[in-house]
């Protein structure tokens, strides 16, 4: 299978701070990482090249040009390629306007790498959390689609996805070129090997940088051709703790509770 | 594309029996306020299979007109056959702005819908107003795992579209039902569809989950210290008081319960009536899915745990102490 999975470089938000005073996020020193659910996708590519060994993997990432580590990163765990989206009209696009942008950049690359067989991505980024892109790129080149993939498995034409439903877990088929987008699964996803690690170290990744596909429209991209903007953005205000119960024994404690809950019909 | 109307428009998702998800008949609410600040009518949007009671219920919340399109293709979710029925009624119609509930296949729906229309879409919103000085809805969503929320707008493209979390709204008052009820003769052919369900693998027998629409939540963190206390210990409460057993990452990190019992960023997003938290630290990335609670309770030995910023009633204690007397007591006070 010819596999493309889509990558982003996002701050790691369990590391992110609000400052007491100005009550704005630090983002100082905190670091940037391979958004974990693109991890997972990169994950379940991996486990079908596990299986088929003549799988290819490329990745595709779009940010700044520092956002090269996550595809560098990739390689090390278990990517054969990369590429970097990466100019300065890109800026400022909303899901819309950067799933246009991938879409195009994603044609690109499959005149290089061959059409691909499938298209993975994370279910969402962790900064943003919107679940946008990936359904949007598979709008824009036209492919069916499954969200909240936990793992999948190559057949004859296609995928079976399990996916993770309201009440359990289901199975779908969807036939190839297809885009899923992946949850978290069960299992830890692999990590780099040293000797991957060693060979990332020294891959090199092309660029595709502004102007890279002439046929785009200036209207679809960048911050004018985002329909979305934001009008501010703020802290959430911090909610006051309620009252503290703390008697002598849990059960002393537990009888208040049950009361307080019972009494103002809570339960 | 143009609004024709000044209309909008609450997309309420059916179950398999054509009764409503909750979430869309809990966006009438706002969408009542919004609608009658845009000057037009509040629409319940129907696609399903055999679905007279959601059409019943959303005239009945508000719904001052009420589009059916009705079909067996349709009695499961799936992104194609939905996007294209979606689509076709607004091109049809043009309303000026579009909410759907942000469950999985809302999720699932939302991007794809609003990228065919070219327009913009904002995710997952907690709250929503009208623009005074523009007239555009005012979409406002956490992001960065919560640490951050942001207030968004669409201001040249229409419909304007947002899902919004299930849960944050309350349901609006059950009124006289005097929608007007228009059904659409649209239907979409087999092969359009493009995925198959070709299995459904309900959780074991017990571990069946439905936290979203759960209205009692008792959830257990790394205080749980193993997995037999879910069991032993939460489950008895929760089947006491009608409610469904969750839990943090850690817990599920370490493999005590399973990923669907899950709330928070990774997990899922909650808005349950009482939200029960025992030996839950109370990570932002664990509150951001689920402060919008009504009662926020927090069990936690930890005197300094972060939980209780955010626990309307907060019981410092060993949890293994206090939930089982707090079993006991409610059900002495309820006999």
Known sequence: MNILVCVKQVPDTTQIKIDPVKHTLIREGVPA?????DGYALEAAARIKDKDPSTKITVVTMGPPQAVAVLKEC???????GYLVTGRTFGGSDTLATSYILSHAIKQIAEKEGAFDAIFCGKQAIDGDTAQVGPEIAEWLGLPQVTYGLECEAVEGGLKVKKEAEDGVQIIGIKCPCLVTFTKPAFDPRYPTIKRKLAANRAKFEQLGDGFDPEMDPAYYGLNGSPTHVKKSFTPPVKQGGIKIKEETGAD??????????DNNII | ?????????????TNEDGSPKKVGLELLNPGRDLATKQGGKLVAVVVGNNVADAVEQAGIYGADQVIVIEGPEFEKYTTDAYVMALYYLVEKYGPTTVMIGATPNGRDLGPRFSCRLKTGLTADCTSLDIDEETGNVAWTRPAFGGNLMATIMCPDHRPQCGTVRPGVFKKPAAGENKAEVIKEDFHVAPEDIRTCLLEVIKEAAGETVDLEGADIIVS?????????????????LADLIGGVVGASRAAVDSGWIGHAHQVGQTG????PKLYIACGISGAIQHVAGMSSSDCIVAINKDEDASIFNIADYGVIGD???????LTE???KLKA
């Open chain 2, 268 to 271: 899922k997003t909650v808005g």
């Open chain 1, 75 to 81: 390689v090390a765990i278990a990517a054969d390629k």
């Open chain 2, 220 to 236: 257990g963190g790394r205080g749980m210290g193993g997995p037999d206390g879910f069991k032993t210990t939460l489950k008895p």
């Open chain 2, 1 to 13: 594309m143009e609004a024709k109307t000044k209309d909008l428009w609450v997309f309420i998702e």
């Open chain 1, 253 to 262: 404690s537990a009888a208040k509770l049950a009361k307080i809950l019972v």
């Open chain 1, 33 to 37: 990482i391979l958004n974990p659910f």
């Open chain 2, 319 to 325: 949890l293994y102490e206090v939930v089982p007397a």
């Open chain 2, 329 to 331: 007591e409610i059900k």
